[in-house]
């Protein structure tokens, strides 16, 4: 991820939700956990603007296949 200066491996954002079995973007769920310069007040405003930026929600770009695990 470009915002955060990583560009191999596993994303730092990347947040396990342990109520909804899934994980989130923690660049949009906490956004000031990872832009320690953005003001908390300003955090729901930009957690709305980078979840439209990545387009979270709209599906996955991922060019993974997954396995059939039936046996």
Same mark, same amino acid.
């Given at each position: 991820?470009?915002?955060?200066?990583?560009?191999?491996?596993?994303?730092?954002?990347?947040?396990?939700?342990?109520?909804?079995?899934?994980?989130?973007?923690?660049?949009? %769920?906490?956004?000031?956990?990872?832009?320690?310069?953005?003001?908390?007040?300003?955090?729901?405003?930009?957690?709305?603007?980078? %979840?439209?930026?990545?387009? %979270?929600?709209?599906?996955?770009?991922?060019?993974?296949?997954?396995?059939?695990?039936?046996?």
């Amino acid at each position: 991820m470009f915002v955060l200066f990583q560009f191999k491996s596993r994303c730092r954002a990347l947040l396990w939700q342990p109520e909804g079995s899934r994980y989130v973007c923690g660049m949009v %769920a906490r956004p000031a956990d990872y832009l320690r310069w953005l003001p908390a007040r300003l955090g729901p405003w930009a957690g709305r603007l980078l %979840a439209r930026r990545i387009a %979270a929600g709209l599906g996955c770009d991922a060019d993974i296949e997954p396995e059939d695990r039936r046996v």
